[in-house]
């Protein structure tokens, strides 16, 4: 039996573990460390959050990104360093904690949990922090949806994106995802093309290392970017669980929309077609994909592709965690495919907490990035500590 278990070794279960571990709950982290980021990242890729933006979470601070490798302002930081960085964290931070074994189901035993590890061994665990990432929410449109992978697939399915070269590929997209993948994609030497619904790519401004006095005024620097608004979800996030749901669904459907990084656009622009304005209606499977778009007017035309990339982004629903037996899935979902969080990111199941992009809806855009790991790692073992050593059982 121990206190704490915690699903996934990616930046917010190793920020997690570590805070955990700090105030002496026995903990063991559960997964490969950076496995996702590692093997769902394409390779090349570099990140949009700045260098001082990225950190993950230790109580005293001591392992930033800057601790591993220091990084000049508005230097993108490329994605294979950053899997190195994490890695480099787990040893320093959590240590002998982490177990590389996959958890494959998460249940009820008594009065405690109980988890099924990849080589049929069982752990009981008091609490359970689930770190699961993004991957299990990848979104793809319905008209996509039952196309076999050989025709369609989606950007977090990627590592090598070399194996397209020579072939035709449609990304459908205008966030950083899309646009990233396309560019890496036409530089890999495949035929490729943007299908985007918006009118008009957007992309971010470049960063400026001592903005003016006004610009600090007009549009304040965060971790989640500049201005207010940005600000406020960074430096908040415990505030924003109190707005009415529908102001939470709209605030994290909504900020921080799709635009693609300023050092991207130079390499983008040129090398890769972008149709604008068009909505995916249907979608057929023979020798290769044809693609029904509708644009705004209501004209529909067709496009002929080799293979559809969905860089659609990510949807959270609590079904999609096959990892938590039926019970609990419907327990934890009883109100809502994504449900709202206590202040410590306990779920309506006590003693089961959901981090990273699974609590946005609850405490907001901030969940969505690396940024979110401090504030997120020092909730939870706020709570951990507080049901732990109060003696409640689950």
């Not at 029904?292 to 959270?316: F, N, P, Q």
């Amino acid at each position: 039996m121990i206190d704490v278990a915690i699903v996934g070794a990616g930046p917010y279960g190793l920020s997690v573990a570590a805070h955990a571990l700090h105030a002496q709950l026995d903990t063991r982290v559960f997964g490969t460390p950076m496995r996702a980021w590692e093997k769902h990242m394409p390779r090349g890729m570099l990140l949009k959050s700045e260098p001082d933006a990225s950190h993950l979470a230790d109580p005293e601070r001591r392992h930033g990104l800057d601790a591993f490798q220091p990084c000049s302002y508005g230097e993108p930081v490329p994605v294979e360093r950053f899997v190195d960085y994490g890695r480099w964290f787990q040893e320093r931070a959590v240590g002998a904690a982490l177990e590389t074994s996959d958890v494959t189901a998460v249940g009820v035993e008594g009065g405690s949990f109980a988890l099924t590890l990849a080589q049929g061994r069982q752990v009981l665990a008091r609490t359970v922090v689930m770190a699961v990432g993004f991957l299990p929410f990848a979104h793809r449109p319905d008209p996509l949806v039952g196309l076999p992978p050989e025709a369609v697939s989606h950007s977090s399915d990627h590592h090598d994106l070399g194996r397209f070269a020579g072939r035709d590929v449609t990304v459908l997209g205008s966030g950083q995802s899309a646009l990233e993948t396309a560019t890496l994609l036409a530089e890999a030497g495949a035929s490729v093309r943007v299908v985007a619904r918006s009118r008009a790519l957007a992309w971010n401004d470049v960063p400026v290392a001592q903005p003016s006095t006004v610009s600090r005024l007009l549009a304040p620097r965060s971790g989640l970017g500049r201005g207010w608004r940005s600000l406020a979800w960074a430096r908040v996030p415990g505030a924003f669980r109190y707005l009415p749901e529908r102001a939470r669904g709209h605030v994290v459907r909504t900020a921080l929309g799709p635009a693609g990084s300023w050092w991207l656009r130079g390499r983008f622009d040129g090398a890769v077609p972008v149709i604008l304005g068009a909505r995916l209606a249907a979608a057929e499977h023979g020798d290769g994909v044809r693609l029904h778009l509708h644009d705004r007017s209501g004209t529909t035309t067709t496009l002929d592709t080799e293979h559809v990339i969905a860089a659609t982004g990510y949807r959270v629903d609590v079904a999609r965690l096959r990892v938590l037996d039926d019970g609990l899935r419907r327990a934890v979902a009883a109100t809502s495919p994504t449900p709202r969080l206590s202040p410590v990111f306990e779920t309506p199941v006590a003693g089961l907490h959901l981090v990273g992009l699974a609590a946005a809806a609850t405490f907001g855009p901030a969940m969505r990035f690396v940024y979110g790991c401090d504030f997120a790692a020092r909730r939870v073992t706020r709570g951990l500590v507080s049901r732990l050593r109060g003696s409640r059982s689950p």
